[in-house]
């Protein structure tokens, strides 16, 4: 596809589909540094409708190329062109996490985890932000017990449910398959 965007190119007669076809392609295969300027441009192009695909997409590239505010940004617009994308908002979620914006992380997780009921990131990243919130509320006792209360519920597993393995910084952690 490359060779053809390239022969498209040199005639002057680019077509956005191959361009598109070759950013879906290269993100898929995580080689982020070609998706992400394909993925700009196709999100740019002059009377393209929105995608929420090939904004996730273009937030992946860019979150693994390190540039969280274009991420966020991407992900933002693939919420806005579908509002029901749990990938973005787990994304969004993790992202806030990140900015140690615990209110942002938990409404974006608690969208994911509605759109998604068995994104098993997105419970388990929801109880993170639900612990690491109530440890920054210790002075209001009410709003710490609301906040470890939605970690238990976030968290909750009963023996003999299943769990999924999934990496957390690294390492990898049990977590619940779905929601109780």
């Known amino acids: 596809m490359q060779r053809a965007l390239d022969l498209e190119k040199a005639a002057s007669q680019e077509d956005p589909n191959t361009a598109e076809a070759l950013a879906r392609a290269y993100a898929r295969a995580e080689n982020y540094e070609k998706a992400f300027p394909l993925l700009v441009a196709a999100t740019k192009r002059a009377g393209a409708k929105p995608d929420a695909e090939l904004y996730y997409f273009q ?5 693994q190329l390190k540039k969280p505010a274009d991420a966020e940004k991407a992900f933002n ?3 806005k062109a579908d509002p029901k994308n749990a990938a973005s908002l787990v994304f969004l979620g993790r992202i806030a996490l990140e900015k140690n914006d615990y209110t942002s ?3 974006s997780l608690n969208r994911a985890t509605l759109a998604e009921p068995r ?11 639900y612990m690491r919130k109530a440890a920054m509320d210790d002075d209001d006792k009410a709003k710490v017990a609301a906040d ?5 519920k976030a968290g909750d597993v009963s023996p003999g449910e299943p769990t ?4 957390t910084g ?3 952690a049990k977590f ?3 929601p109780r």
Do not use: D
Not at 59 to 63: K, T
Not at 119 to 129: E, K, Y
Not at 164 to 167: E, I, L, N, S, T
């Open 59 to 63: 937030g992946i590239a860019a979150y």
């Open 170 to 172: 690294g390492t990898w």
């Open 105 to 107: 992380a938990i409404s």
């Open 119 to 129: 994104s098993t990131s997105a419970w388990a990243l929801l109880m993170n932000a």
């Open 164 to 167: 999924v393995r999934m990496p």
């Open 176 to 178: 619940p398959a779905g």
């Open 77 to 79: 617009e693939a919420v």
């Open 148 to 152: 470890y209360a939605g970690a238990v």
